[in-house]
């Protein structure tokens, strides 16, 4: 079992930033793939940016040379910067890791950006 906590979510005016975290623990040694989703009213839910194996990143096209994942294997945490913040980032993110073939999430961070 893998336990996921965020912190970080809140509003800030457009063009300005924030920092998600996600502290795992129980069996976050197990955990091979960590990031975040987000999800805004009415959409679906979407893949922001991971981290595959503690060194391999993606990212969502709309985030690229904004958002950076990070990763502090000491502290089991994954951060999410996020820069520029533009209002259509404004969505509940999800922290979200794999262990295995077992998928967890987190709460949910509300994060809204005003124009």
């Given amino acids: 079992q ?47 940016a991971r981290i595959l194996s503690g060194v391999t990143t993606n990212y969502a096209d709309s985030v690229k040379g904004r958002f950076t994942i990070s990763r502090d294997a000491a502290k089991s945490t994954v951060y999410l910067q996020m820069t520029s913040l533009k209002p259509e980032d404004t969505a509940v993110y999800y922290c979200h890791a794999m262990a295995g073939p077992y998928n967890y999430w987190g709460q949910g961070t509300q994060v809204t950006v005003s124009s």
């Fill in 2 to 48: 893998v336990q996921l906590v965020e912190s970080g979510g809140g509003l800030v005016q457009a063009g300005g930033s924030l920092r998600l975290s996600c502290a795992a623990s129980g069996s976050s040694f197990s955990i091979n793939v960590q990031g975040w989703y987000r999800q805004a009213p009415g959409k679906p839910r979407e893949l922001v």
